[in-house]
């Protein structure tokens, strides 16, 4: 059987390009070796956001004085936690399957690995059966880095990734995160807020490396008032048990234990095990693509963590619906100027485009504007004593918007106005027509440009 279109991985970019593709008339077949959904649906994205607010409604209940609100001795049930965090998960599963179901897309859950290539097409074989396709789009995605650290391997179940942290049955009293970015720091604000000691060991100068780097001091600095330890510029040399042992800055050789060790240094590239070698297709730490995600092989495209480039789910889901386009001859690109990234902690952080380092390491002649969260009339109403920042980032000659950051909650369902923004190179005189709902807290972007 000849398909138009094989996609291999069902995470963001793959079940979203084969819904994109089955919707334009496109025969799919989209090969999944473990669940649909991915990293993202199944150990990612939704289970950590789904965990995070149940966190983030106990300590609504614990802090509800503050509103004028009695609640007499709230608690939590951690095995409930995590149940629910499953049930959300199966449902938005199912929902994933629909949609396949609903735009005819063959669906096979097993293995797949790529044969070659003929003039009849790409051959995939999964199981005892093989495919032929027109065009492969390659979506297999990421897996947790986990770097050669003496003792790491003895430790046993001490040591947790994201995916066994979500399994876990139980809460550890004492959490040791080797790596302060994203995922650390989400971890941390979940157990954080159950009553977790959390212990935060980080090479870089700063947590979020990559954000704004004002703003990633703030969150740290909150972070650090609700009782987490930071020790940053600390380089980890062993494991010894459950105890991480490691460098200050001073070269200083210290020690901290706890009941698990959650190792969240980064992700890399699957690149491996299925078969991309049979096509010659280009890959270093992950597959080569252009603005089209075109790999070097005629109609052999990939998307999402695979590239290597930005491991995000929204970016894979774009990068496939670009993929798509493309094999149905409509002109795509593929942009990364205006890619949001978001960590949901409590308060959240979101920032889309340059930030200061990256302007001044690019020398770009920008201007820079500041504005507390408080100046939101709705952000006062609803964060009590809550601490945030909007900070606008504008080019200083054609005064057209560069970044924009902010801390603070719900600024990850502001950052899109953002991103619409700099997508498409709107100047501050533009952004200050344009008429924001009150009260909201995304006022504040608009108040902010307007201190410029």
Known sequence: MLFDLAVIGGGPGGYVAAERAGAQGLKVVLFEKKEMGGVCLNEGCIPTKTLLYSAKVFEYAKHADNYA???????????????????????????????????????????????GRSAEGIAIKAGEETYMARNLLICTGSEAAVPPIPGLKEAGDVIVTNREILAMKEQPKELVIIGGGVIGMEFASFFNSLGTKVTIVEMLPEILGGLDGEISAMLRGIYAKKGINFNLRCKV???????????????????????RIL?????????????????????????????????????VYAAGDVTGFSLLAHTASREGEVAVNNIC??????????????????????????????????????????????????????????????????????????????????????????????????????????????????EIVKETIFTI
């Open 69 to 115: 609100v009695k609640v007499e001795n709230p608690s939590f049930d951690y095995a409930k936690i995590v149940d629910r965090k499953n049930k959300v998960v199966r449902k938005l599963v199912a929902g994933v399957k629909g949609a396949m179901k609903a735009n005819k897309v063959q669906v096979l859950n097993a293995e797949a690995m790529i044969q």
């Open 329 to 442: 001859g409509k002109d795509d690109h593929m942009r990364y100027d205006a890619i949001p990234g978001v960590v949901y902690t409590n308060p959240e952080v979101a920032g889309v485009g340059l930030t200061e380092e990256q302007a001044k390491a690019k020398n770009v002649d920008y201007t820079v504007a500041k504005l507390p969260m408080a100046y939101a009339g709705r952000f006062v109403a609803e964060n009590e004593g809550g601490e945030g920042m909007c900070k606008v980032l504008v080019g200083k000659k054609y005064h057209e918007v560069l970044g924009v950051h902010m801390l603070g909650n719900p600024c990850s369902e502001m950052i899109h106005s953002a991103c619409i923004a700099i997508e498409q190179e709107m100047t501050v005189e533009q952004l200050k027509e344009v008429v924001f709902p009150h009260p909201t807290v995304s």
């Open 263 to 299: 190792v969240s240094v980064g992700r890399r590239a699957n690149i491996k095990g299925f078969g991309l070698e049979n096509l010659g297709v280009a890959a270093e730490r992950g597959i080569k693509v252009d603005d089209k995600m075109r790999t070097n092989i005629p109609n």
């Open 237 to 259: 040399v062993a494991i010894e048990g459950n105890t991480v042992v490691y460098e200050d800055p001073e070269g200083k050789t210290c020690r901290v234990s706890g009941d």
